[in-house]
């Protein structure tokens, strides 16, 4: 494999499924669909982080830490799978959320609380001063902390996606089945970068579609571009990625990050009740109205195959009830 150089904790269940959506696509008109189960990757609700956190936590261990720290929104994907993959390795974890914490925890909060991480509110604080300073305070008190980026989103937890698309070829061979298009919800760019470098050292020909969650397209293809070399250099594959060949849509950043509104709502309702399948009110559930939309302006043919990959953040539901049945 690609990652065979790097450490590696091993916690998700892999390879997560690529199912058909059968209704879906014939209930949109619109090109054969495909789903990539990364909603199940298994650890403490699963979801794309946990792909990331292996290489992380590898990294983390191997330089004898004993305590996770990081960052993200109050419902983070990243920091409830960061806690988990902590307790399960006998390590401390520390989360720095935005903002104050809520009278009742909910989602991905809830599931914080449960795992053991200990939660630090920023306040108005800046995040990466209020990251910086957690780290400080674990040293002087004699601590091994490893910061964790926000979204696992450095060249090691990139790599969790390159091997990510590893996987994903290896299980399309197997059924000689071709994927035309990969779309997915693209944010701290850690994902698209990994999958972008994985195509690129395997020759996967199909396009990697990354459908902006809350950046303008240019600065977000930035990010991965840079991503991606670096990543592709830690795998001893230098290539230089250029932003204009990352393909991004940032149609759908709606009233920004977390808003959710019609088009995730509608996504959400369809995707559940053609298919059974939960999405996320932040990322998927974006995500998923992008690709409605792009299927209704045709912007696939028929005949192609399109497969929507599942980054997780299914609790989170829980944590926007009022906000879905608005
Ligand atoms: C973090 C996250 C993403 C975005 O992944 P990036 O690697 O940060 O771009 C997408 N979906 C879900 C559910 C997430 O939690």
Same mark, same amino acid.
């Given at each position: ?7 590696? +904790? ?102 914080? +609380?449960?795992?053991?991480? +200990? ?47 590893? +996987? ?159």
């Amino acid at each position: 494999m690609l990652t065979d150089k790097l450490h590696r +904790e091993r916690m998700a269940h892999l390879p997560t499924r690529v199912e058909p959506l059968e209704r879906l696509s014939a209930r949109l008109g619109g090109p054969r669909l495909l789903v990539k189960r990364d909603d199940q990757t298994g650890l403490a609700t699963g979801g794309n982080k946990t792909r990331k956190l292996e290489f992380l936590v590898g990294e983390a261990l191997a330089g004898r830490a004993d305590v996770l720290v990081t960052g993200g929104a109050p419902q983070s994907n990243h920091a409830r799978q960061t806690a988990a993959a902590a307790a399960r390795c006998g390590l401390r974890s520390v989360l720095v959320l935005k903002g104050e914490a809520p009278p009742v925890l909910t989602g991905n909060l809830l599931l914080d +609380e449960l795992l053991g991480a +200990e939660i630090r509110w920023a306040g108005d604080q800046d995040m990466n001063d209020a990251l910086q300073e957690t780290a400080e305070a674990l040293w002087s008190q004699g601590g091994r902390p490893a910061l964790i980026p926000y979204g696992g989103s450095n060249p090691v937890g990139a790599s969790g996606y390159v091997a990510a698309l590893e +996987e994903l070829m290896a299980q399309l061979e197997v059924v000689d089945q071709r994927v035309d298009t990969i779309v997915f919800a693209s944010s701290s760019g850690g994902t698209q970068a990994g999958l972008v470098v994985g195509a690129h050292s395997l020759g996967f020909s199909g396009r990697i579609l990354g459908i902006s969650v809350d950046q303008p397209r240019e600065a977000l293809a930035a990010t991965v571009a840079m991503l991606a070399t670096e990543t592709a250099a830690l795998l001893g594959r230098p290539t230089g990625f250029d932003p204009a060949r990352i393909e991004i849509n940032d149609d759908y950043l709606g009233d920004g990050y977390a808003s959710v509104g019609k088009p995730e709502r509608d996504a959400i309702r369809l995707f559940a009740r053609t298919e059974g399948l939960l999405l996320d009110p932040v990322y998927t559930g974006r995500a998923a109205a992008g690709l409605i939309d792009l299927i209704g302006q045709e912007r696939f043919r028929k005949d192609e195959t399109v497969l929507f990959w599942h980054t997780g953040g299914t609790v989170g539901l829980f944590g926007f009830g009022d906000k879905l049945t608005a």
